[in-house]
């Protein structure tokens, strides 16, 4: 199991941009892709973006393509969101999480098969 720590949210204006960070613990990250995801209030979680486990192969879901970039620092155990453009309907609690199976980029989309995650960090976007 990889234990993951989530920080970098906070209350920011419409346009403004922010840097999540998830930082891992145990020796065994660079086995697992790494996901983000995010639940807005009174919504289901949503995939936001995946980075395999070496960092070449990365996905976003179709809204924050060109404004969000996932990136990991493995010499760090850390993996990050960059985040753009910040719109008022992405206000929502951020959580990463790790691929519940090593060495696996299937169904990175999918919550379902993520098996450890953070306790989230909020993101709050005012218009």
């Known amino acids: 199991q990889v234990q993951l720590v989530e920080s970098g949210g906070g209350l920011v204006q419409a346009g403004d941009s922010l840097t999540l960070s998830c930082a891992a613990s145990?020796?065994?990250?660079?086995?697992?892709?790494m996901g983000w995801f995010r639940q807005a209030p009174g919504k289901e979680r949503e995939f936001v973006a995946a980075?395999?486990?070496?960092?070449?192969?990365?996905d976003y879901t179709d809204s924050v393509k060109g404004r969000f970039t996932i990136s990991r620092v493995n010499a760090k155990n850390t993996v990050y969101l960059q985040i753009n453009s910040l719109k008022p309907e992405e206000t929502a609690v951020y959580y990463c999480?790790?691929?519940?199976?090593?060495?696996?980029?299937?169904?990175?989309?999918?919550?379902?098969?993520?098996?450890?995650w953070g306790q989230g960090t909020q993101v709050t976007v005012s218009s």
């Open positions: 145990g020796r065994t990250f660079t086995m697992y892709a």
């Open positions: 980075i395999s486990r070496l960092g070449s192969t990365t």
């Open positions: 999480a790790a691929h519940k199976e090593p060495y696996s980029w299937s169904n990175h989309r999918e919550s379902a098969d993520f098996g450890s």
